[in-house]
């Protein structure tokens, strides 16, 4: 089994800042591309930044110098860095990553349980 553990929700001021972390366990291979999508209340979960294992990346526009997404390949560790953020930041983050189980298998798609994040005024 391969489980996305997320952590560092909370509640925090217009302006504040938060890291989250997510980290992947069980039974794994190797990892590719790691990211962070988040669901806001009657919205579609949307990207919200990727890295793949070279370590390139990939943000949404809406968070573009305020957040700063990166990994650590030895933990199976990905982290968000979010700063001045704003109540359109509040949502449900979900970690995701492409993992291989075992050196023969190819990638699959896993998911976090997501962690609040909440943005107030």
């Known amino acids: 089994q391969v489980q996305l553990v997320e952590s560092g929700g909370d509640l925090v001021q217009a302006g504040g800042s938060l890291r989250l972390s997510c980290v992947a366990s069980?039974?794994?291979?190797?990892?590719?591309?790691m990211g962070w999508y988040r669901q806001a209340p009657g919205k579609q979960r949307e990207l919200v930044a990727s890295?793949?294992?070279?370590?390139?990346?990939n943000y949404a526009d809406s968070v573009k110098g305020r957040f700063t997404i990166s990994r650590d390949n030895a933990k199976n560790t990905v982290y968000l860095q979010m700063n001045s953020l704003k109540p359109e930041d509040t949502a449900v983050y979900y970690c995701?990553?492409?993992?291989?189980?075992?050196?023969?298998?190819?990638?699959?798609?896993?998911w976090g349980q997501g962690t609040q994040v909440t943005v107030s005024s």
């Open positions: 995701n990553a492409y993992i291989r189980r075992s050196y023969g298998s190819g990638y699959s798609d896993y």
């Open positions: 069980g039974s794994i291979a190797g990892i590719n591309a």
């Open positions: 890295i793949i294992s070279g370590g390139s990346t």
